[in-house]
């Protein structure tokens, strides 16, 4: 396969063009066929309630190049059980799991040329989202919604790599509220975040660190991601809460921190318990493992990593799951499936 003429090695997380999206229309109960679109924009009706109401969802996913030219994907089926979560929360007709994992195959294999070789540290970054596109102006479920699936070639999230960035407790803003839709993927959560997250940047932060709404005392998860920390005795503690996204990553990194005994425990956890960790991470499909150096939390800070390094157990882990996608270490536990086989 003739690979597109891109500087694989300095790609950011942005989007780049490919060759096509993939597109259906749910109207009268039922998901149209997929058909495969150059075109990057999407006529929408003015009153389409995902503009309105926020009708909209959507998933993350990456498909790798691995060593033998097998080009495959991690965990589809956990995405598209979320993904239907996701429409079932906020009443938008949910996408079928076989049709998802469909749409994913055919748009990969439709842009196999911008799959990022082996080797290059990037991957094709899947999104699929579903909203609503028919209109209301009452407030209504739609009676149509759009499921696309568009992919593009994706560098490290986090522009330093796998270097510890630096969180601040967010204190003042919530993210989501405890019987909210904090445990879906939702663009609302999203937008509920960008000022947070803005001005934790502008302080010099990497991202903040959010607190349950209701108590402002238990770790919720981080903007984008999962949160994970590793105490003093070897366990891999990660919270337990109704309103943080269930992180495909993190369940993943749990089955490993079992695996490597690190006995892991997922249960609410004391923001103060950040004092006594010896290392902390972030998790997600963006970023894989974001190691933590250090969290600030008011007028205190905890320091993880002085000489600018992950810690060794982050950095195992890291390696493990970047192992088995990269199938450089065995998938026994059957994350991976092959969209395309390389031509030996
Ligand atoms: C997508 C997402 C994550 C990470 O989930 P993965 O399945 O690991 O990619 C974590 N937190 C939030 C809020 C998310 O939207």
């Given at each position: 396969m003739q690979k597109a003429d891109l500087d694989w090695k300095n790609l950011t997380f942005g989007f780049h063009k490919t060759d096509c999206n993939i597109r259906y229309t749910w109207k009268d109960g039922a998901w149209s066929g997929g058909t495969l679109s150059e075109d990057q924009h999407i006529p929408i009706h003015i009153g389409a309630t995902s503009l309105h109401y926020g009708q909209t969802c959507f998933e993350g996913l990456k498909v790798f190049e691995q060593k033998n030219g097998d080009v495959?994907?991690?965990?589809?089926?956990?995405?598209?059980?979320?993904?239907?979560?996701?429409?079932?929360?906020?009443?938008?007709?949910?996408?079928?799991?076989?049709?998802?994992?469909?749409?994913?195959?055919?748009?990969?294999?439709a842009n196999l040329k911008f799959v990022p070789p082996y080797g290059t540290g990037a991957s094709l970054y899947v999104r699929p989202f579903v909203f609503g596109s028919g209109p209301q102006v009452g407030v209504k479920p739609a009676d149509e919604y759009t499921f696309m699936i568009f992919v593009t070639p994706v560098g490290p999230y986090f522009r330093t790599g796998f270097k510890p960035v630096h969180l601040i407790v967010e204190e003042e803003y919530d993210r989501a509220a405890p019987n909210g839709i904090g445990?879906?993927?939702?663009?609302?959560n999203y937008a509920a975040g960008l000022r947070a997250s803005f001005r934790a940047k502008e302080q010099g932060y990497t991202e903040v660190l959010y607190l349950d709404a209701k108590e402002k005392r238990y770790i919720d998860e981080s903007g984008p991601a999962n949160f994970f920390g590793i105490t003093k005795d070897n366990r891999y503690i990660t919270p337990q809460s109704d309103s943080i996204l269930?992180?495909?990553?993190?369940?993943?990194?749990?089955?490993?921190?079992?695996?490597?005994?690190?006995?892991?425990?997922?249960?609410?956890?004391?923001?103060?318990?950040?004092?006594?960790?010896?290392?902390?991470?972030?998790c997600g499909t963006a970023a894989v493992i974001t190691p933590v150096g250090s969290i600030t939390y008011g007028e205190r800070k905890v320091v993880y990593s002085k000489d600018g390094n992950a810690g060794p157990i982050a950095t195992a882990l890291y390696n493990k799951l970047t192992g088995i996608q990269l199938g450089d270490e065995p998938d026994t536990r059957d994350w991976i499936r092959v969209i395309q086989a390389g031509s030996p």
């Open positions: 495959v994907v991690f965990r589809v089926e956990e995405n598209a059980k979320r993904l239907i979560r996701s429409c079932e929360k906020i009443f938008m007709a949910p996408v079928p799991e076989q049709l998802f994992i469909d749409a994913v195959y055919k748009v990969v294999n445990d879906v993927k939702v663009g609302g269930p992180s495909i990553t993190n369940m993943s990194l749990v089955s490993l921190a079992e695996e490597m005994g690190l006995n892991p425990e997922r249960r609410p956890i004391d923001v103060e318990e950040i004092f006594s960790l010896k290392e902390a991470g972030c």
